[in-house]
């Protein structure tokens, strides 16, 4: 199969989900990188695009240049990649789609929910996928957890328990870090901080596991370091219909790296995973004991099996999980309808649990969450 | 130094944690068992007393017998355990404390918050100490967190996670359990099931930990299998003044055992336990290490250092936290007035928790917590 | 039932294991502990027996005086326990065993084979039950560890692997601690240091969970820290028949605390147990997924659930499966055969496998290991 | 910078890690595959070929055929990367290394001392860089630990254990498993099975941390499995000058899967490496306290802050580190001297051992490790 020909937005010198998208896209061959805006900057961009063997005459620093000159050509870009910061999220991936192209989107899809009913409707009316990394759903526990519950392994569900701990923000290194400096700013970053940037992370991965849909939730989000503009510390109380559920989201606990953490209580057992031992996944049973599987091994169901490239015990992480993301989005440009990738619904649900979630907080008390 | 006479109230066969409050009273032989109302019913607590070595004409099936006896012998008790269901605490405590008489309690203080204020009325006038058996507060690396969060060692603290998943109750078990029989049910109980169990330990833990106070929670307590009178599981967005945290327990997290888990976060650092892994306290560092204390090392401090009997690498549990309030306890009669034992303030604290979260449930919002 | 009358040997202030002795043999209630002789040293034993409740005409110094002492009396012991340094367990055990007392000795069972065997001739013609404290064969989880290996849940058994570093050595502390003074000392101790204190337990683990005996050994003892006459680190290669091992065990492992560590890997499975998840056990199924097992649930073989005194996921740690040996001593007593107890067999292996590891270490090749 | 053109040798359908030297030679794109011999069936190697993007015309069964034809391209290769079965090692890598090749073989470097001291001396001859895959090197963890021995934070190493079981060929899998055929079949894998394909692993990973080399062995290889020509389980004590060192590395320890597990003891503190973990890094400490380190986190040296991609809590691994060996392959083709690339003096270490260890389990005793 020929790689498909993708530009990326983003990714320029520093960043750090850029670069994650470029080996993401092409770890399995899927992908190639034939063009790109790495920054607004000309000589930032220019460097990471060569450095990335991208040639220069297709090396840009805005969008528009760039979609403009790639439908000149004959051998032109199919499918974009956009990491840039939040704002220019919706932007981007409404002229992509609207030049007929494929898009996969860096979360959040937009920075506001009507922003991203207004890209669902150009999404609907174009002929690309649209794609939006969720990347925790890309991880091959994840796709087993999904599987078995779905399959009734666990029985009815019955609570769901979800933390992010993340303590990289707990102090104001807005003014050094470039990465830290747009996710406080609500001009770049939208209405959230902390919900919109992780905890949203952590909301998709609770509906995504366990099928179940919020209803209702009550948050409470805090500015812990002073002078922020933004939350960095949220906490929520959730409603699944009757089943209850907590989230619990931070960029201020001190000394915590990445620690995403899902439990899922069903009538017949439990489901447990934990970001730092990425690779594992433990069902407690109902009589006591617990399994726990490993990927990698022939005891997954298909969905899992085929999210590892080599053999069980040689650990896979973020970045193979992320490619996982990009082979499915492969397989949907190639027609596929049966694959694991976020797209459009779960952007419209992401955004609508960011608005109610800002909005509970500021009225102090429980607010459904609407079907978007 | 010669051990004070105890009568127990409770551990049956069958009960929990009766045999724990024998056990950990004569664990440093600083107590011995000399009487007891084992069970109401006569055969039951007599077949228990002749077990535990108790003279005959001192086992008992009421408090009041044995009371009235106990005050005719020259070698009468001295001090109480009362390991009874909980609306039987606070007639006993009362009871003991007008008789003159020490009480080491298990929690809850009482069914209901004006209960322990009377309570705390009486004990202010008893010369009798007033132990109550938070037992996490007995095990040595709570007394080194406690003790590095007090000195500063993580700096402000910001934020409070804690979890306390079972998933014993996780089917209608009531009929079968003696145990589970008198916790689901609201005349044995009072108001809270979960919550009042469980959810209040972890509430005492988080408080007593962090030195910080609740001053306004937010609770959803739910009854998830069916045709319960009592909370099963709950959850509670919790605010220390300024500082956000959130509680989660439950006893329907099929396959959990007893998973208490806190995490203090701080301005320099994170202490997180896990009771799992009872002998160790993780300390996360602002730099990204992260050290791991471990129980009857020579780097704790004295509370620690006092709290374990074997050295490091020899796991110590349960009972012996236990013991370790029982030595408390012991010190507090002796007359010191540095310990760690909780008492009557704990009691009013947790009550007034309790009541407030199933408020803040029938609410459905956010509710201040009055210091009581 | 009532309590047998126990003397104790050894437990003066500062040792170790003889006040895990005194908890343990009392933990249940099975024990008294009436008499004693906690110290060579008048007022040292004399403030050890008073403090755990021992009359003082009951608190000797030496052996003969209280043996003595205690045949005259109506309510003389009925058992010992010996907790002093090895050179002495065996002439108190012979003492003991023609006196018609049963014992309790800590290991090992005496400091020569040649006395091994002089022992178990004076036990065969006694009528006192003999029990050496090899702790590790008390913790439940170990129990069943060893019912599942011998119902054939992991198959054959093809390799054993044991590991029991330590750090407490790692330091010249001789000079001021008195438990690694007699420890390094050939005339308190005999002629293994580490091999003799700490690998024998990682031996007597490995036969007892697998049901294998080793036949042959190879093994390389070190005297790591300079001027020590005894190893303190030890490494061996074994064969259990065809089957092959190895045993590693150290006393400078610097940090490291007691952290025993067995795999048995049979054809259709491996069992892994670790002491610092002590109440865990886990099993590795051939089909790549694990299955960890835990104290106190109900999915485990009557021998694990007997020795749990509390719910599952209250941890029980050494105290307890010392104490569940003390039961097994109780059962002895009371004339039952099914229980768990080493005794004088498991006591002539290890010494023999400690002088053919010594021989074994002098030679620099495999050796023998001869059933004794 | 321009990327090295390079062809790959091995990695047709079903291999294992011709795929995992793709991934890696491109992950940062410091390489393109640009030619290759995948198999030695026409079709295979195609097919597998193309699905790379490899221009029909670069893609050959046989090694000659392929250094033939890229001699006589202008943009012909400029390195090899060498992933068959053992027995090709050694051609591949003296055909190239004799056309002034660069080349990346897999270990074994051969499959006997006297060929590896064969290429060593055409490798000195020739103008390329020779690399060899101990991939454990190359993860950042493992630089970590290795700068830190280096610097002396433990202190004087004093012993070292390292344990590497997998379990995938408990079973006679050799029927149906092309890579179990090729690693038990003596015709491509040479005289060791489990010691010369993970034996050797642990071997290199201990002298690579530790900065010592074993000086003498002495070897236990068994074939557990009925029927099977080469050891499946080994076991070794190990002399590294007076420090005395273990090593134990199975493939038929049920369920394991990559295990590699090292501790290196010093007289300050001691360093443990868990595969399963890569990702962390754990110090324990003389005063009882344990220190963990996380890759991607600021407190960690140069070499392994230069081996992660992405920030702390987003796991990388095994092809991760793989890519970091071929980073050090790119620098060391680029000139630089200051690199962790294994070479040629690690290969022929490594088959000294491997010989030595099977002709010490042969004659039952220890020997001399020779330096070669």
Same mark, same amino acid.
């Given at each position: 199969?020929?790689?498909?020909?993708?530009a990326?937005?983003?990714?320029?010198p520093g960043?750090?989900?850029?670069?994650?998208?470029?080996?993401?896209?092409?770890?399995?061959?899927?992908?190639?990188?034939?063009?790109?805006?790495f920054?607004?900057?000309?000589?930032?961009?220019?460097?990471?695009?060569?450095?990335?063997?991208?040639?220069?005459?297709?090396?840009?620093?805005?969008?528009?240049?760039?979609?403009?000159?790639?439908?000149?050509?004959?051998?032109?870009?199919?499918?974009?990649?956009?990491?840039?910061?939040?704002?220019?999220?919706?932007?981007?991936?409404?002229?992509?789609?609207?030049?007929?192209?494929?898009?996969?989107?860096?979360?959040?899809?937009?920075?506001?929910?009507? +922003?991203?009913?207004? =890209?669902?409707?150009?999404?609907? $009316?174009? @002929? *690309? #996928?649209?794609?939006? %990394?969720?990347?925790?759903? /890309?991880?091959?526990?994840?796709?087993?957890?999904?599987?078995?519950?779905?399959?009734?392994?666990i029985?009815?569900?019955r609570?769901?328990?979800?933390?992010?701990?993340?303590?990289?923000?707990?102090?104001?290194?807005?003014?050094?870090?470039?990465?830290?400096?747009?996710?406080?700013?609500?001009?770049?970053?939208?209405?959230?901080?902390?919900?919109?940037?992780?905890?949203?992370?952590?909301?998709?991965?609770?509906?995504?596991?366990?099928?179940?849909?919020v209803?209702?939730?009550?948050?409470d989000?805090?500015?812990?370091?002073?002078?922020?503009?933004l939350? +960095?510390d949220c906490? =929520?109380?959730?409603?699944?219909? $009757?089943? @209850? *559920? #907590?989230?619990?989201? %931070?960029?201020?606990?001190? /000394?915590?790296?990445?620690?995403?953490?899902?439990?899922?209580?069903?009538?017949?057992?439990?489901?447990?995973?934990?970001?730092?031992?990425?690779?594992?996944?433990?069902?407690?049973?109902?009589?006591?004991?617990?399994?726990?599987?490993?990927?990698?091994?022939?005891?997954?169901?298909?969905a899992?099996?085929?999210?590892?490239?080599?053999?069980?015990?040689?650990?896979?992480?973020?970045?193979?999980?992320?490619?996982?993301?990009?082979?499915?989005?492969?397989?949907?440009?190639?027609?596929?309808?049966?694959?694991a990738?976020?797209?459009?619904?779960?952007?419209?649900?992401?955004?609508?649990?960011i608005?109610?979630?800002? $909005?509970?907080?500021?009225?102090?008390?429980?607010?459904?969450?609407?079907?978007?």
């Amino acid at each position: 199969m020929r790689p498909i020909r993708l530009a990326l937005f983003g990714g320029g010198p520093g960043a750090f989900i850029g670069a994650v998208h470029r080996r993401a896209a092409s770890l399995d061959q899927r992908f190639a990188l034939v063009a790109g805006a790495f920054s607004r900057d000309r000589d930032r961009s220019r460097s990471q695009g060569q450095a990335w063997g991208v040639a220069e005459d297709r090396i840009h620093t805005d969008a528009d240049a760039l979609f403009a000159a790639e439908a000149l050509r004959p051998d032109g870009i199919e499918a974009v990649a956009i990491a840039t910061p939040n704002a220019s999220h919706f932007p981007i991936a409404a002229a992509a789609l609207r030049a007929g192209l494929h898009v996969m989107s860096d979360k959040p899809m937009t920075t506001t929910l009507a +922003d991203a009913r207004a =890209l669902a409707g150009i999404a609907a $009316a174009a @002929p *690309g #996928v649209y794609g939006l %990394s969720f990347t925790y759903a /890309g991880y091959p526990m994840i796709r087993e957890a999904r599987a078995r519950v779905a399959a009734g392994e666990i029985g009815a569900v019955r609570k769901i328990a979800v933390d992010y701990p993340q303590g990289w923000l707990a102090w104001p290194v807005e003014a050094d870090n470039r990465q830290a400096a747009w996710r406080t700013d609500p001009a770049q970053s939208g209405i959230g901080g902390c919900i919109a940037d992780i905890g949203v992370h952590a909301f998709h991965l609770a509906e995504h596991v366990s099928g179940l849909r919020v209803t209702e939730l009550c948050a409470d989000l805090a500015c812990v370091v002073p002078g922020r503009q933004l939350d +960095d510390d949220c906490n =929520l109380l959730l409603r699944f219909g $009757a089943v @209850p *559920g #907590v989230l619990s989201a %931070s960029q201020i606990a001190t /000394g915590e790296r990445n620690g995403l953490r899902l439990r899922v209580h069903g009538a017949d057992g439990t489901i447990a995973w934990d970001h730092d031992r990425c690779g594992e996944l433990r069902i407690l049973r109902a009589d006591g004991a617990m399994t726990t599987l490993y990927a990698g091994t022939g005891n997954l169901g298909d969905a899992a099996r085929a999210a590892s490239r080599i053999p069980a015990g040689h650990p896979e992480g973020f970045i193979e999980a992320f490619a996982n993301l990009y082979g499915d989005f492969a397989e949907a440009i190639g027609g596929a309808t049966a694959h694991a990738l976020p797209g459009i619904a779960d952007g419209l649900r992401s955004m609508a649990f960011i608005e109610t979630a800002v $909005a509970s907080d500021q009225a102090r008390r429980w607010l459904p969450l609407e079907q978007p």
